[in-house]
């Protein structure tokens, strides 16, 4: 009776293992596929004249990504016409990435704990039965077979229990491994678009800036020589109604 209770336990165990590294697995082909792999899936969005940069934009169909395209758009929308900081930039990068990172190593060792978990389960389940079932009499008892049995039922149980933590031990392991190639792989294209941004963005948004620096030169020299020609003509007006006024007096 205590095999089958112990079966049933392993089996629903083993499923739980199996759901549980299949979610992990999806996670990793979202986290492996963050970033594209050649620049060319990146676009700068920028206004009508093309003379300054808006955002960023990508073909590329990924969460994560697209939470840090926002994150990079909102953070150049409140910056625009000052200078940008490549490291904030990066960190806003990084933090969405390490973030699901982190939670995929989390969930990773979860079949290993429920094998454990499973093992324990079953030796306490086969324990319970000798206790509670006469057995562990007979099997502190040498003198008669009886011993032997009971000895043979808790072992039998132990060993059905133990498919668990093979289960798990196997799972944890192949997870980590595709962890490991999906990590590669992220940091390579991540470098990528990285330098894409240095490339790409950063120039724009510094010759932006300078185009205003410009133009806002221009205006205020525009304003500067307006000024100094209306205080000239307020300065004749000024004189010619002074000279009107001294005439009226003297005649």
Not at 75 to 82: R, W
Not at 85 to 112: F, G, S, W
Request: charged content about 15%; overall charge negative.
């Amino acid at each position: 009776m205590h095999y089958l209770i112990i079966c049933v336990i392993i089996l629903g165990i083993v499923l739980w293992q199996f759901s549980s590294f299949v979610s992990t697995r999806n996670k990793l082909l979202v986290f492996r596929n963050i970033f594209p792999d050649n620049q060319g899936e990146f676009q700068l969005i920028q206004d009508d004249t093309n003379n300054f940069v808006l955002g960023i934009q990508s073909q590329h169909k990924n969460f994560i990504l697209l939470v840090i395209i926002t994150s990079l758009n909102k953070y150049l929308i409140n910056n625009n016409g000052a200078v940008s900081d490549y490291h904030l930039m990066k960190d806003i990068v990084d933090r969405n990435c390490d973030a699901k990172e982190e939670e995929i190593h989390t969930q990773i060792p979860v079949p290993l704990y429920l094998g454990l978990a499973g093992t324990m389960l079953g030796i306490l389940i086969g324990i319970g039965f000798l206790v509670f079932g006469g057995g562990l009499n007979d099997l502190l008892n040498s003198s008669n077979d009886l011993g032997s049995k009971g000895l043979e039922t808790l072992l039998g149980g132990v060993a059905l229990a133990m498919i668990s933590s093979i289960t798990g031990i196997m799972l944890t392991t192949l997870g980590s491994h595709i962890a490991k190639n999906a990590k590669s792989e992220v940091e390579e294209n991540k470098n990528t678009f990285l330098s894409w941004m240095q490339a790409e963005l950063l120039p724009k948004i510094s010759s932006d800036i300078s185009g205003a620096l410009v133009q806002m030169t221009k205006n205020l020299s525009n304003f500067n020589n307006t000024f100094a020609q209306n205080t000239q003509d307020l300065s004749k007006t000024l004189s010619h109604m002074l000279m009107n006024h001294i005439k009226n007096k003297q005649n």
